[in-house]
Structures are given as structure tokens and as C-alpha cells.
């Protein structure tokens, strides 16, 4: 009897990931899936934070994914490795700040350590060719598998009869017959292979499951490299971008205003490691201050900060600055009139 081979399957969380590793399932192959944690997932983060989310599902999609396969997911974090990927692209940037080309060479190449470390065969991922202009187009294809290292081990089982035979296809241990000839933006026929697989519930199927593919963040995070003057980021540095309003008054301090009382309480985690301002006469936002500022930009930030509050039409509005040395102030302010607030201001 020959030994079963086995896959490690790239599963995001998406549609195209969970087909591609039921077809290589019902070919009679071991998958086993991976997942890459970057700290740039959308699924998760502000739904479970913000309440007008609450009625969105809050699972992990790559772990729901695997729970439908039947198969075990490693979930691997690699924040600090990708780090260089975002920064330094060698194929450069998408429409905003996505590195496609060189994020999908990285995962590629990281499956292929993990398949050699742990005795698998080959590797699928769920690309359908010409669906994404900067990673999936017919000529970029053959560039993840080169600079990936992964080269003939490299199966993408929903566009496989649109691209030359693979080792794990010439070898026999998947039939090329069974797989797929997929291209095109169009899911038509992914959301009909899921029916017949009796799959339903997916993710959204042209969803996409990366902040930077999101126009908004990305200028955060643009706006985050410019203030700093240089191109770094920590863990708690992209988190914050996904939550409040974020405001630039002037070039040497952001506020961070929270939207909803989930981000308020959100933010609360934060108190230790920037100064803050706090509406103590109405309800309102708790606001982050990223930056230096002195007694005269306290008050002028607290008005801004007012305006989003409950006080936002009184006449004054009592205000708690608390500064990073953990010296507290009140003072009463009037709140900015929304005339004076400048859209150039809005990150």
C-alpha cells in the first residue's frame, strides 16, 4: 500500500482557501491547515469592540474553516518576520498599503519551512488566477513559486488546469481530472462548488481579510510613518488605527477619539501609555493624545475632544487631563463649534 501524502493547505478564512482544501480531502490527502497571523486580520478586531457591531458573527473564520474540514489549523504568529514584507516590498504596494505579491511569496515561503520541518508533501492555497490584479494574475503566478522556494510542490487545486502540471499532478497523488479550471474576478462558481460541497455560512466571498486593502487605514498607518519619520510599527501601534476617529489638529500630536462606548472602554487599556482627555460634566469620548503637548494645545485638544460628546452644544464643558507622568488637570472649555473643526484634520 502506498502512504498517504500529505498538505498543508494556506487557510485564510475565505471561500476560495476552504474549497480548495476539501477538494484535495475528497482526493483521499492528509490536510493539515495554516494560518498566519500578521496583526493586519480584519475578522474579529472592531466587531467584537464596537456594539453597532454586535450582531456580526465575532468568530475566527480560519478557525471555522478548519472546524468544517475536519482538519487541524496551526495558527502562526509572524507579526515581528512580516514586518519587512510591509515595510520594504520588493514589488511594492497594491492600491493602498497591501504588499500582495510579496505578502503571498512570504506565506508561500513559510509554508514550505513548515512543510519540510514536518514531513508533508506539498502545499495548496486557494488562488484562482486573474482574481486579484497584484497577486494573481497569470504572469505573477509563476513568481510566487519561484521566490518562494516552493517551485513544483506548489498546487493550486481551483486553477490548476489553467496552469502546468505540478509534482504532487505528475506524480499521482492527486487525479488533475478532479481539479479546477477557475480564472476571472467572477465567484459564480466557487459559491456554486461550496453549495454542492453543502457548505454554507462562508465568509463573504469577495470579502478581502486585510486592513491595508482598506483606503482609511492605510492613511493611518501613512499618516503613523510620517509623524514618526520613520517606517516602524508595534503590535498596540496597529491595533489603535482600527479604532475611533483618528484627527491630526497639528503635525507633532494625533487624538485618538473613541466613537461608542465599546471604544471608549477599548481605549481604557491604553491610559498608561499616552496622556488623556475626558468629558467628566456630560457623557462623551475618551480621547488618546499620541504626542507632546503643552497647557494652551491641552485646551485646544479638549474642545475638539468636547464637540464629540454630549456637551457639544452647552456653553462649557468640564474636562479631565490627565498627562502621561500621570498629573491630572480640570478645567472648563467650550466645546468646538463642528464649523471650526478642519476636514484636512481627519486622518
Given at each position: 500500500m502506498s502512504t498517504q501524502k500529505k498538505a498543508v493547505a494556506l487557510i485564510s478564512g475565505g471561500l476560495d482557501s476552504l474549497l480548495a482544501a476539501r477538494l484535495m480531502l475528497d482526493q483521499g490527502i492528509?490536510?493539515?491547515?495554516?494560518?498566519?497571523?500578521?496583526?493586519?486580520?480584519?475578522?474579529?478586531?472592531?466587531?467584537?469592540?464596537?456594539?453597532?457591531?454586535?450582531?456580526?458573527?465575532?468568530?475566527?473564520?480560519?478557525?471555522?474553516?478548519?472546524?468544517?474540514?475536519?482538519?487541524?489549523?496551526?495558527?502562526?504568529?509572524?507579526?515581528?518576520?512580516?514586518?519587512?514584507?510591509?515595510?520594504?516590498?520588493?514589488?511594492?504596494?497594491?492600491?493602498?498599503?497591501?504588499?500582495?505579491?510579496?505578502?503571498?511569496?512570504?506565506?508561500?515561503?513559510?509554508?514550505?519551512?513548515?512543510?519540510?520541518?514536518?514531513?508533508?508533501?506539498?502545499?495548496?492555497?486557494?488562488?484562482?488566477?486573474?482574481?486579484?490584479?497584484?497577486?494573481?494574475?497569470?504572469?505573477?503566478?509563476?513568481?510566487?513559486?519561484?521566490?518562494?522556494?516552493?517551485?513544483?510542490?506548489?498546487?493550486?487545486?481551483?486553477?490548476?488546469?489553467?496552469?502546468?502540471?505540478?509534482?504532487?499532478?505528475?506524480?499521482?497523488?492527486?487525479?488533475?481530472?478532479?481539479?479546477?479550471?477557475f480564472s476571472g474576478r467572477n465567484r459564480k462558481p466557487q459559491m456554486a462548488l461550496a453549495a454542492q460541497f453543502g457548505f454554507e455560512d462562508y465568509a463573504t466571498p469577495a470579502g478581502g481579510c486585510c486592513f491595508l486593502t482598506d483606503k482609511n487605514y492605510s492613511n493611518k498607518l501613512v499618516d503613523l510613518w510620517q509623524a514618526r519619520n520613520k517606517k516602524d510599527y508595534e503590535l498596540d501601534d496597529i491595533m489603535l488605527l482600527k479604532v475611533g476617529r483618528h484627527l491630526r489638529p497639528e503635525p507633532h500630536y494625533k487624538l485618538i477619539v473613541s466613537r461608542e462606548d465599546g471604544e471608549n472602554k477599548f481605549l481604557q487599556g491604553y491610559k498608561k501609555q499616552f496622556a488623556t482627555i475626558e468629558i467628566k460634566s456630560h457623557n462623551g469620548p475618551l480621547t488618546l493624545v499620541d504626542g507632546e503637548l503643552s497647557d494652551e494645545e491641552f485646551r485646544f485638544a479638549s474642545r475638539i475632544a468636547a464637540r464629540f460628546s454630549q456637551g457639544r452644544d452647552a456653553d462649557n464643558v468640564t474636562v479631565k487631563v490627565t498627562r502621561k507622568d500621570g498629573e491630572e488637570q480640570l478645567f472648563d472649555i467650550a466645546p468646538m463649534p463642528v464649523s471650526e473643526i478642519k476636514q484636512e484634520w481627519y486622518i
Open positions: 492528509h490536510v493539515e491547515g495554516i494560518n498566519f497571523y500578521t496583526g493586519f486580520c480584519v475578522e474579529g478586531h472592531t466587531h467584537a469592540i464596537r456594539k453597532k457591531d454586535k450582531a456580526k458573527p465575532k468568530r475566527n473564520n480560519a478557525l471555522w474553516s478548519a472546524e468544517q474540514l475536519g482538519i487541524k489549523l496551526h495558527i502562526i504568529d509572524i507579526i515581528e518576520e512580516y514586518k519587512d514584507v510591509l515595510i520594504n516590498p520588493k514589488h511594492g504596494y497594491g492600491a493602498n498599503m497591501n504588499p500582495c505579491l510579496d505578502c503571498k511569496i512570504f506565506m508561500v515561503h513559510k509554508a514550505k519551512q513548515w512543510m519540510d520541518e514536518n514531513g508533508f508533501d506539498f502545499i495548496i492555497t486557494g488562488e484562482v488566477m486573474g482574481q486579484r490584479p497584484m497577486s494573481q494574475r497569470k504572469d505573477l503566478l509563476p513568481v510566487v513559486v519561484r521566490e518562494s522556494g516552493a517551485d513544483d510542490r506548489l498546487l493550486r487545486p481551483l486553477c490548476a488546469k489553467n496552469l502546468g502540471a505540478t509534482l504532487p499532478e505528475r506524480e499521482g497523488w492527486v487525479n488533475r481530472e478532479q481539479l479546477k479550471d
